[in-house]
């Protein structure tokens, strides 16, 4: 196989736990068969996903009831102690930094104007905000499981290629990589509009 279809591979590996994680998070809790049902994910993948989740700390199993049907199917829970989530919303005129736990709780919200700032100017500002947000929020920075951005334009969510964003001058630029590199974080970038319908 080649490095670039590696490269796909892992891409889309990771959206797939990201879509599993965040499943659990809007079920409460759930098992692997009804995961694999609502996610069109197979089964064998579900499971390796699941199993990953678990050792990384970020799911637990819920301990189950005793029933006189037999054994009742395991049931997963995300644990929101396992770390914390940074999300980044580039408007028309204002960035939007959260620092969140798992559960959507705001630890810390930080906001900038955008003025006239575009191009690589408003990459360095974005990358700015979050370092700020993170640094003021109180949480350490080995806590923080990955930043999320919502993008403005035609972004490619699987390689965080905003590929055209007109308004603010950003065409064919790979923000994700930029983010992962300067931050030293995982990051996903989605268009704003795709992101909000995900949650």
């Known amino acids: 196989m080649t490095e670039k279809g590696k490269g796909n591979q892992k891409l889309i590996k990771e959206h797939n736990k990201r879509l599993i994680l965040n499943m659990i998070e809007r079920r ?3 098992t692997r068969a009804a995961l694999a049902r ?6 064998t993948t ?24 037999g054994r009742r199917p395991v ?14 919303d580039v408007g028309s005129n204002i960035l939007t930094i959260l620092v969140t736990d798992l559960r959507g709780s705001i ?8 003025g006239d700032q575009v191009g690589q100017e408003l990459v360095n500002a974005l990358k700015n905000s979050i370092s700020e947000a993170i640094a ?13 951005v919502a993008s403005p334009g035609l972004v490619d969510h699987l390689t965080g290629t905003v590929i055209r964003a007109n308004n ?6 790979p923000l994700k990589g930029i983010l992962q590199h300067e ?6 970038v989605d268009n704003m509009n795709r992101a909000a319908a995900l949650g």
């Open 136 to 148: 003021n929020s109180g949480v350490a920075r080995d806590k923080i499981l990955g930043v999320g």
């Open 183 to 188: 931050l030293g974080l995982p990051v996903h």
């Open 107 to 114: 630890i810390k919200e930080f906001q900038r104007e955008i």
């Open 28 to 30: 409460y809790a759930t």
């Open 46 to 69: 579900v499971s390796t996903l699941i199993n990953e989740l678990e050792r990384e700390g970020l799911i637990t199993e819920l301990v189950p009831t005793p029933s006189q049907r």
């Open 75 to 88: 049931m997963y829970q995300v644990n929101h102690e396992a770390g914390f989530l940074v999300g980044a």
């Open 38 to 43: 609502a996610s069109g994910l197979s089964p």
């Open 168 to 173: 603010v001058e950003w065409f064919d630029l």
